[in-house]
């Protein structure tokens, strides 16, 4: 039998480092569904297009739109962009790319081919209420705000100080939390761990006590 692990949460909650470890020891599947939307993004950006760029531009540069994951790498109309998804160009315009619902559907149909009869987690911020409502296992990681500019910082991808991330993640949570299509939000059924005072082993050791008490019930 194959099961989904959704680990929903907002930026910089430790989401990508936990579900990669998770993947491992439990010998699935990893899905990063942000990479796919930052992907989207890099494309627009590329193009010159923006915010206010007509939407039957936006859509037809979406209908041609190659996205696939080889070897822990996205490739982009088949093309490596998997370095060039993190800078801040891309995170600054990520938001309005992912609030446009004709975005959001192309993206979910695309994971859910993916991760299709196969055991996979995957991490987001719609993953346990819309991509897979029926998972298995639902968890909702978060942390305070400065907690997760300063692992943001760490990450050494960011031009931006530690202050000046932490502003970006609150504009960032205010948008993806109050957009309309599939705002972030606790799925139905998703324990919520709280990871500001928890490590990286910490958390995953949470996360599959929690797997095994599901298992026992
Ligand atoms: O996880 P991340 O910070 O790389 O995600 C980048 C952006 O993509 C984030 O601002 C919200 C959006 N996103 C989304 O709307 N739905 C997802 N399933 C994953 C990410």
Redesign the pocket.
């Given at each position: 039998m194959t099961y989904i692990i959704a680990i929903d949460g907002p930026?910089g909650s430790g989401?990508?480092t936990v579900s990669k470890i998770l993947a491992d020891k439990l010998n699935i599947e990893y899905l990063?569904?942000?990479?796919m939307?930052?992907a989207v993004t890099k494309l627009f950006l590329d193009m010159g297009l923006d915010e206010g760029t007509d939407e039957a531009i936006l859509k037809d540069l979406l209908n041609k739109i190659t996205i696939e994951f080889r070897e822990n790498k996205l490739f982009l109309n088949g093309i490596d962009v998997t370095k060039d998804l993190r800078n801040d160009e891309v995170t600054a315009n990520?938001?309005w790319v992912?609030a446009r619902d004709y975005v959001?559907a192309k993206m979910v149909d695309l994971q859910r081919k993916i991760a299709e009869n196969t055991s996979f987690i995957l991490?987001?911020?719609?993953?346990g209420s819309v991509?897979f409502p029926n998972a298995k296992y639902k968890f909702y990681l978060t942390a305070s705000a400065l907690t997760r500019a300063k692992r943001r910082y760490d990450q050494g991808e960011s031009e931006l100080s530690i202050e000046e991330i932490e502003k970006a993640i609150i504009k960032?949570d205010d948008y993806?939390s109050n957009r309309k299509v599939?705002p972030l939000k606790v799925a139905k059924g998703a324990i919520v761990i709280d990871s500001s005072n928890l490590n990286i082993d910490q958390t995953v050791s949470k996360i599959l006590s929690y797997m095994e008490k599901k298992d026992v019930l």
């Open positions: 930026s989401k990508s990063n569904t942000g990479l939307y930052r990520v938001s992912s959001r991490d987001g911020r719609d993953i991509v960032r993806d599939s």
